[in-house]
């Protein structure tokens, strides 16, 4: 058990690096956060930061010395270089599962076996690869990056066969996925503890406006909650198998035909946001029981429903409206710079 007073490592300067230690901070805890860009709004709320690379092995070796536990809020985090992080100190959540996430291929490999039904899919490596893949699955389809895509980044949507012209020169690994047709989306929001305690949240119904999430709602409509058992009964097990310790988000598009895997997370993640007002305990200091070793909090809903939206670009220049509703929740990240398309901040509203 890593006991309060101690300080926590966090890979990432984002907002659920921020968000997370403000977590931390409650339970008494002191955070150290690592990242390669000068500007870190977690570090803003930070006792130490270190700024330098991924792959600088002395400031990583440095940064872990000085901390009783890693974590990350970050999955495209290289796993080579924290083998010196690892030597250190402890890292949790192992960093077998960002393997498994960094790679879309890995990651529905790893779920497969284990009665995960992502959409049908093929490996692209160049043009014909891609034609071949597209014969065999179909269109309208998905090619996406296998590595570094978030938030809808890194993808083309293929409608016909003809539309392979439209396809950029192919320099990395790609997947392409056939288009899932479903009804709504969800995600499974789960922590286990060092001691393979596992809890679930309630799951939320995600809305995604030209692939960010915009919106998550609790509790998620009945086709949805038809479809959790089964969702939660993989996302338990890729946890099991990982021997995973903090919060992990599964996504699924719910269907006609049940639960399709989508992808998944090794981290906090923004369908978890409404938990921070929403639920017994957040995703965020479940995050930090879970790696220090604590009891878990309990994650039931603290009211009746949540809405959670993001603040997407400009949507954060409204933020005087949204506090003029005293019943709204405000939360914006303090990045200087808005910008189309960026995560600046999130209002959630409890249904009471
Ligand atoms: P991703 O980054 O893979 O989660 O994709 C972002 C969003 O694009 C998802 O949340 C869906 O709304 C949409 N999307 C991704 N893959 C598919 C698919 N195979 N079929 C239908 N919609 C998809």
Request: with cysteine.
């Amino acid at each position: 058990m890593i006991p309060p007073g101690e300080t926590i490592g966090i890979l990432g300067g984002g907002q659920l690096g921020r968000m997370l230690a403000l977590a931390a901070a409650n339970l008494g805890y002191r955070c150290h956060v690592y990242a390669p860009e000068p500007e870190s709004i977690a570090a803003d709320v930070c006792a130490e930061f270190t700024c330098a690379g991924w792959h600088d092995l002395a400031a990583l070796e440095r940064f872990a010395s000085q901390c009783a536990v890693v974590t990350y809020e970050f999955e495209n985090v290289p796993v080579e270089p924290l083998a010196v992080v690892r030597a250190a100190t402890r890292l949790q959540p192992h960093c077998k599962a960002l393997e498994v996430a960094q790679d879309r291929v890995a990651e529905k490999s790893f779920v497969e076996p284990m009665g995960g039904r992502p959409a049908p899919w093929a490996p692209v490596a160049d043009m014909a690869g891609l034609a071949i893949a597209i014969d065999t699955i179909g269109a309208p389809g998905i090619l996406k990056t296998r590595r570094d895509g978030y938030d809808g980044k890194g993808q083309w949507r293929i409608m016909t066969p003809a539309d392979i012209d439209n396809v950029p020169e192919i320099d990395r690994a790609l997947v392409y996925e056939g288009l899932v047709r479903f009804e709504a989306e969800f995600s499974v929001l789960l922590v286990r503890g060092a001691d393979g305690d596992v809890r679930f949240w309630d799951s939320p119904e995600n809305r995604h406006n030209r692939g960010i999430l915009a919106r998550s709602t609790v509790p998620a409509s009945p086709l949805i909650g038809s479809q959790i058992a089964e969702a939660r009964a993989l996302a338990g097990k890729i946890a099991a198998e990982l021997d995973y310790v903090g919060v992990l988000a599964v996504e699924f598009f719910a269907t006609e035909a049940g639960p399709v895997f989508n992808e998944m997370a090794p981290r906090v993640h923004n369908s978890g946001h409404w938990t921070i007002e929403g639920a017994l305990t957040s995703q965020f200091e479940n995050h930090i029981r879970a790696i220090c070793g604590l009891p878990l909090g309990d994650c039931a809903l603290a009211a009746r429903g949540v809405v959670m939206d993001n603040l997407i670009g400009d949507d954060a220049h409204d933020w005087h409206q949204i506090l003029s509703d005293p019943c709204n929740h405000l939360h914006l990240y303090g990045k200087a710079a808005v910008r189309p398309g960026r995560k600046m901040g999130h209002v959630t509203r409890l249904v009471l």
